[in-house]
């Protein structure tokens, strides 16, 4: 595992401050070649119009490179450096951090390559070695097999490569994070077409900083009002969720791309940086709890990353689309429906004005094809633009730009004006594929416009917005336990005095029972004759089940028989189930077999948990049956969780009508299922210690009845 260990809490910003915003820098390995790394690294640190502060070159063969005095070593230096980047051979790289450490530098960089990445024991001791040094010394290290780091404000360009240098960032700029340097300096060349970054930070094997030091370090960094992350994997993302809730605190929005999201993908993230991918439900889950904006493309992160920069909190849910194209806003239409995003008829007031100022052969309305009629007269586009800003039900208006020449540039500008009079957001959705066009860098750098390359990345920009300003709502509210008091307690000694590794259903209820989850009642009957005495008590029609603790899934196994209404059926069942239980390979212990009342048909929905090796215990919810493997269809967060969460986890299911009483069958009790939900979810994390995995499938909820007819539950492998 190459990434920090678990037990380190995050660096302090103070602690990272002599690495990434140093007053003088050093760098090893300078050379008379213009192209070795050292070289490089160099010139983009203390060329013209760069760093301010001292750089010194380091090289024992040279006393002088050009003008610029040359220093033997470290320690020959006039001053302590701030910053050293190291850019020589692995082997000789230990001695140079040593010497680093000796003087008191405050961090260093290693570019040098071929440590534990490669996974072989001798170069992963070699990189532990290093981290022990600097951290006996309290120097910080970045790297090994890193690109370095910029911070654009102080003129620092921290690379061995070419790199995109436009100078001090505008104000509303974004810092950006990566794992990967290739992938970080890619995203960094957005300085070409107008995007302002305050920082890029990258961490290579973060076998010291990782990436959430560096997010936690950009959170309390005033440079930067949004914080974008493109990482692999990491150890513990706890720490992450940590520099997450500093994002939080500061005010700052933190939108996160991960990598290895496929079998082969997490493969290669081991095999990149020695990252753990782990689980994309699991990171998803943690995200959404944490208030972080997840995209799914990494196209989507500097664009989306942006606009959060950029969007004050919205004033209404609704977004209008204009444009100058019938068609553009057809596009438009389907991915707002896609992602959830309101489009809501203007009111009769705007609508009086956009049919005043749109030809009849226009479309006033939202979208508003607005014609390109109106182009021709820049006031009645202002006005357009004016008359749905000035909506009470719109937050943001969406215009497309569909072609890039020097004339439309203008109607950015009034796009923004329009945005900032009213304290809302402009989104300039570049569909024109001249994608350096007349226009594209005012677009970015206009302070009230947010500039997307994707009408797909748009508009679920916007949705992210609407769910983060529920989130943040939300978040404000605390939610406290559902279960009863002695639940945690009377659970733990039930687990305990099962002997089996898999409880049986009987044993799992009574678990479920004892957080307060509604259970069908049951009878264990050892032969027919009992079987059918207790179905005369509970009342037909009735359910036979085997117990047994080795038979989990008693559909595949014929052990299960639903819907039985007289004693002769029962007894008849009985030796059925019986006889298969029996036919069992290998041969399965049988406690007997359970009598249950039929219960009455309702939705029915899965609620299960399992302990993440990286997150601990998770909840997830979908519909029940066998309809959960089929469709696919959960919802998924990190335990526990509270009813309203319950409830939104409710609302991400794609099969939610299912709930409100579809086909004549009746609506179910949200709040009574949430609350079921919460305390299924309490269970998990409280024994988290002792429960693996468990797995309520299903409960049958119809109106206020919520019950689990079955439950499953796994045991922790001693």
Sequence with gaps: MMTAPASRPLYRPDELARTFSPRSIAVVGVSTNPAAFGSITYANIAGPGRFAGPVYMVNAKYERIGEQRC???IAALPETPDCVFIAVPRDAVEGIVTECAERGVGGVVLFSSGFGETGQPERVAQQQRLVAIARRANMR?????????MNYGLGVVGTFGTASFKGAPRPGAIGLVSQSGAVGAALAQAQEHGTALSHMLTCGNASDIDVADQVAYLAADPACKAVACV?????????FLTAAALCHEAGKPLVVHKLGTSERGAQAAVSHTGSVAGSQAAYRAAFEQAGVIMVDELEALLDTCTFFAKAPPPQARGVAVAAVSGGACIMLADKAELHGVELPHPTPATMAVLERLIPEYGAPGNPCDMTAQVLSTPKDLHDCFEALMADPQ???LVVPHTFAYAPATARIETLGKAAAEHGKIACNVWMTQHLEGPGAIESEQNPHVATFRSMNHCMAALGAWHKRSDWLREHAR???RVAPAQARERAAALLAASPNATLTEREGKEVLAAYGVPVVRDVLTQSADEAAAAARELGFPVVLKVESPDIPHKTEAGVIRLGVKTEEEVRKAFDEVMRNAQAVSPPARISGVLVQPMVPQGTEIMVGARVDP????????GLGGIFVELLKDTSVRLAPVGPREARRMLGELKAQRALQGFRGTEPVDLERLAEAIARISELAADQREHIAELDVN???????RIIAVDALIAKQKA
């Design 478 to 480: 605390a939610e406290g």
């Design 141 to 149: 290290l970045v790297g090994p097999n890193c690109v370095g780091f």
């Design 71 to 73: 220093y033997p070593s």
């Design 698 to 704: 299903p409960l049958i909820c119809a109106g206020t």
């Design 394 to 396: 719109y937050g943001a």
């Design 231 to 239: 990482f692999e994997g990491m150890s513990d993302p706890a720490r």
């Design 614 to 621: 990286q997150f601990g215990p998770m909840v997830v919810v």
